[in-house]
């Protein structure tokens, strides 16, 4: 018998009308005291130049839509960030020289 406690095993399981997913261009990070919040965005028309009324300098307006909300504990952002490196150093083995955002 050991002293450390069990290994913890998640089952995760996706409702059917989530298993397709939902295409998300960008993603905003942001915080409140309890939380931190992902907001994943797509456009929704295309971008277009804009004037700002104080400055009079032009910038590109790009509406967009949040398509989807997460928030997760701060205690969960080290997990995040491990299985993010995780998989991305596995997709760059796997795609070498094949960047999509090259």
């Known amino acids: 018998m050991t002293d450390q406690p069990p290994e913890h095993r998640v089952e995760i399981t996706v409702p059917p009308e989530h298993e397709v997913g939902t295409f998300a261009g960008f993603a905003s990070v942001w ?3 309890d ?3 992902l907001d994943f965005a ?8 804009m ?3 104080e400055t009079g300098e032009q910038y ?5 839509r949040v398509v989807a909300r997460v928030r ?3 205690g969960q952002v080290w997990e ?4 993010l490196e995780h998989n991305l150093s ?3 083995r796997d795609h070498a020289g094949r960047r999509r955002d090259a």
């Not at 797509?42 to 130049?49: A, G, N, Q, S, Y």
């Not at 995040?80 to 299985?83: E, I, P, R, T």
């Open 31 to 33: 915080r409140t005291q």
């Open 35 to 37: 939380s931190l919040v």
């Open 42 to 49: 797509t456009e929704v028309r295309p971008p277009e130049i």
């Open 51 to 53: 004037d700002d009324a």
């Open 60 to 64: 590109v307006h790009v509406p967009a």
């Open 72 to 74: 997760f504990p701060p």
């Open 80 to 83: 995040l960030m491990k299985a």
């Open 90 to 92: 596995a997709y760059e």
